[in-house]
């Protein structure tokens, strides 16, 4: 199966607020910067994940936005269908006599989901491979006021 880019970025920004300390907000811009995406189809998401109970905005100084649910409650299934609402509709008839395709492919998408649906955002952060991004992200983190200075000083000279 393949995941639309629209419930990968879903996905991802609900990674990165849940890699966030005391649950602090992040920005549209630290989330856009780390994505590479842009902060108008972000904020389409966000407003998907925030009508689902996912995610709330915090306003202010420090503000953006923060997970409002507790992450072993969200799942990947809940993410992806709050992105797209209509995805579980069955498709009309093809009009063909034999259906039977139609049928199996809407079989074979309603047991992905209920795979995806049984993979909490906490399952997701303990896999290796999650935790091995977690841990580059976090270097990263702590490496940007490093190489802004580097790249002070290259100007200075």
Known sequence: MKISSKARHAIQSMLQLAMQ??????TL??????????????????????TAGFVEGVRGPGGGYRLAADIAE???????????PTHLKRPPSSGYDISIYNDMWWDLSE?????????SLADLMEREDVQVYI???RLFQDMKPKTAEIHKLRKQA
């Open 21 to 26: 300390a005391n649950n602090s907000p992040l």
């Open 29 to 50: 811009a630290e989330l856009t910067t780390q994505q590479g995406i842009s902060a108008s189809y972000l904020e389409q998401l966000f407003a998907n994940l925030r």
């Open 74 to 84: 969200i799942s990947i299934g809940q993410i992806i269908m709050a992105v797209h």
């Open 111 to 119: 047991s992905i989901h209920d795979f995806l649906s049984h993979i």
């Open 135 to 137: 841990h580059e992200q």
